[in-house]
Protein backbone atom coordinates (compact mmCIF):
# COMPACT_ATOMS: atom_id res chain seq x y z
CA UNK A 1 0.00 0.00 0.00
CA UNK A 2 0.84 3.58 -0.84
CA UNK A 3 -0.06 6.94 0.68
CA UNK A 4 0.35 9.95 -1.83
CA UNK A 5 -0.20 13.78 -0.63
CA UNK A 6 0.05 16.56 -3.26
CA UNK A 7 1.48 19.89 -2.85
CA UNK A 8 2.24 23.04 -4.20
CA UNK A 9 -0.91 24.30 -5.68
CA UNK A 10 -2.47 28.12 -5.75
CA UNK A 11 -3.31 30.88 -7.55
CA UNK A 12 -0.83 31.88 -9.96
CA UNK A 13 -1.34 34.59 -13.14
CA UNK A 14 -0.81 33.35 -16.98
CA UNK A 15 2.28 33.06 -17.86
CA UNK A 16 3.11 32.08 -14.22
CA UNK A 17 5.00 28.71 -13.28
CA UNK A 18 4.28 26.20 -10.40
CA UNK A 19 5.94 22.86 -9.08
CA UNK A 20 3.64 20.16 -7.51
CA UNK A 21 5.03 17.61 -5.69
CA UNK A 22 3.44 14.39 -5.00
CA UNK A 23 5.13 12.74 -1.77
CA UNK A 24 4.92 9.30 -0.81
CA UNK A 25 5.21 6.97 2.00
CA UNK A 26 4.57 3.14 2.68
CA UNK A 27 6.74 2.23 -0.98
CA UNK A 28 9.18 3.21 -2.85
CA UNK A 29 8.62 5.77 -5.37
CA UNK A 30 11.80 4.36 -7.94
CA UNK A 31 9.80 1.31 -8.99
CA UNK A 32 6.48 2.42 -9.07
CA UNK A 33 4.84 4.52 -12.21
CA UNK A 34 3.54 8.22 -11.15
CA UNK A 35 0.83 9.93 -12.77
CA UNK A 36 -0.42 13.46 -12.97
CA UNK A 37 -4.32 13.74 -13.87
CA UNK A 38 -6.30 16.66 -13.22
CA UNK A 39 -9.86 18.02 -13.47
CA UNK A 40 -11.57 21.22 -14.39
CA UNK A 41 -14.90 22.46 -13.12
CA UNK A 42 -17.89 20.56 -15.02
CA UNK A 43 -14.97 18.08 -16.65
CA UNK A 44 -13.82 14.43 -16.32
CA UNK A 45 -10.24 14.02 -15.16
CA UNK A 46 -7.84 13.56 -17.42
CA UNK A 47 -4.19 12.61 -17.85
CA UNK A 48 -1.59 15.25 -17.76
CA UNK A 49 2.00 13.47 -17.33
CA UNK A 50 3.44 10.07 -15.93
CA UNK A 51 6.73 9.22 -15.39
CA UNK A 52 7.37 4.77 -15.55
CA UNK A 53 8.96 2.83 -12.83
CA UNK A 54 12.87 3.19 -12.43
CA UNK A 55 11.84 6.75 -14.09
CA UNK A 56 12.73 5.25 -17.34
CA UNK A 57 10.50 7.01 -19.69
CA UNK A 58 8.18 10.22 -19.58
CA UNK A 59 4.90 10.61 -21.05
CA UNK A 60 2.84 13.60 -22.00
CA UNK A 61 -0.40 15.29 -22.75
CA UNK A 62 -0.42 16.85 -26.00
CA UNK A 63 -1.76 20.09 -24.46
CA UNK A 64 0.48 20.45 -21.93
CA UNK A 65 3.59 18.90 -24.03
CA UNK A 66 6.63 21.04 -23.80
CA UNK A 67 5.30 22.95 -20.84
CA UNK A 68 4.94 20.46 -18.00
CA UNK A 69 7.72 18.29 -16.73
CA UNK A 70 7.53 15.48 -14.65
CA UNK A 71 10.51 14.27 -12.71
CA UNK A 72 11.06 12.35 -9.70
CA UNK A 73 13.74 12.60 -6.90
CA UNK A 74 14.63 9.13 -5.23
CA UNK A 75 15.78 10.49 -1.98
CA UNK A 76 13.03 12.31 -0.96
CA UNK A 77 10.55 9.65 -2.47
CA UNK A 78 8.96 12.13 -4.51
CA UNK A 79 7.50 13.32 -7.86
CA UNK A 80 7.27 16.58 -8.85
CA UNK A 81 5.34 18.22 -11.68
CA UNK A 82 7.02 21.67 -12.96
CA UNK A 83 4.61 23.61 -14.84
CA UNK A 84 5.72 26.92 -16.74
CA UNK A 85 3.60 29.11 -19.04
CA UNK A 86 0.79 28.21 -17.47
CA UNK A 87 -2.99 28.83 -18.77
CA UNK A 88 -6.37 29.96 -17.50
CA UNK A 89 -7.82 26.31 -19.11
CA UNK A 90 -4.68 24.80 -16.70
CA UNK A 91 -6.88 25.34 -13.76
CA UNK A 92 -8.19 22.07 -12.16
CA UNK A 93 -7.54 20.02 -9.24
CA UNK A 94 -4.31 18.04 -9.82
CA UNK A 95 -3.48 14.48 -8.61
CA UNK A 96 -0.92 12.08 -8.66
CA UNK A 97 -1.65 8.47 -8.62
CA UNK A 98 0.15 5.02 -8.50
CA UNK A 99 0.57 1.90 -10.58
CA UNK A 100 2.13 -0.58 -8.55
CA UNK A 101 0.99 -3.43 -11.01
CA UNK A 102 3.93 -5.22 -12.96
CA UNK A 103 3.53 -4.54 -16.13
CA UNK A 104 2.81 -1.51 -15.43
CA UNK A 105 -0.41 -0.59 -17.15
CA UNK A 106 -1.87 1.70 -19.54
CA UNK A 107 0.16 5.49 -18.42
CA UNK A 108 -3.43 7.83 -19.50
CA UNK A 109 -5.69 5.53 -18.27
CA UNK A 110 -6.87 6.30 -14.65
CA UNK A 111 -7.82 2.58 -14.16
CA UNK A 112 -4.19 2.00 -14.24
CA UNK A 113 -3.78 3.87 -11.25
CA UNK A 114 -4.18 2.01 -7.70
CA UNK A 115 -3.76 4.88 -5.15
CA UNK A 116 -4.89 8.21 -5.20
CA UNK A 117 -3.68 11.47 -3.43
CA UNK A 118 -6.64 13.57 -2.03
CA UNK A 119 -5.52 16.50 -4.95
CA UNK A 120 -3.80 20.58 -5.02
CA UNK A 121 -5.87 23.04 -6.53
CA UNK A 122 -4.48 24.98 -9.22
CA UNK A 123 -5.94 27.97 -10.43
CA UNK A 124 -4.64 30.17 -13.31
CA UNK A 125 -6.33 33.97 -13.61
CA UNK A 126 -5.88 35.76 -16.93
Known amino acids: QVQLVESGGGLVQAGGSLRLSCAAS????????IGWFRQAPGKEREFVAT????????YYADSVKGRFTISRDNAKNTVYLQMNSLKPEDTAVYYC???????????????????WGPGTQVTVSS
Open 51 to 58: IRRLGSST
Open 26 to 33: GRTLSNIA
Open 97 to 115: AADLSFPSGIYFQQRSYDY
